[in-house]
Nanobody, 116 residues
Framework: QVQLVESGGGLVQPGGSLRLSCAAS????????MGWYRQAPGKQRELVAT???????DYTDSVKGRFTISRDNAKNTVYLQMMSLKPEDTAVYYC??????????WGQGTQVTVSS
């Protein structure tokens, strides 16, 4: 069993920045694809960014150039650096660990609100 704990959410003004963190309870970053999802009120959960165990990253179009996903294997932590935030980025952000053959894990979510 793996626990994923997100932190770093909060209230920020449009144009501001936040950095989300996702700490895994044990070392899985070398074998799992780690991702960030988000879910806004009344909308489906959507994939925001992923990073493979090889370090390859991918982003949904709406955040390209503004968000950066990274990881620190020594700390078992994945980050999502968010810049130039927009009101439409407001959502609960979830950390995800995905493996083709092993169990999938989710964090409990952290709220990000972009508002003036």
């Amino acid at each position: 069993q793996v626990q994923l704990v997100e932190s770093g959410g909060g209230l920020v003004q449009p144009g501001g920045s936040l950095r989300l963190s996702c700490a895994a309870s044990r070392s899985i970053l070398n074998s799992y694809v780690m991702g960030w999802y988000r879910q806004a009120p009344g909308k489906q959960r959507e994939l925001v960014a992923t990073i493979t165990n090889g370090g390859t990253t991918d982003y949904t179009d709406s955040v390209k150039g503004r968000f950066t996903i990274s990881r620190d294997n020594a700390k078992n932590t994945v980050y999502l650096q968010m810049m130039s935030l927009k009101p439409e980025d407001t959502a609960v952000y979830y950390c995800n660990a995905h493996h083709r053959w092993l169990p999938e894990y989710w964090g409990q979510g952290t709220q990000v609100t972009v508002s003036s």
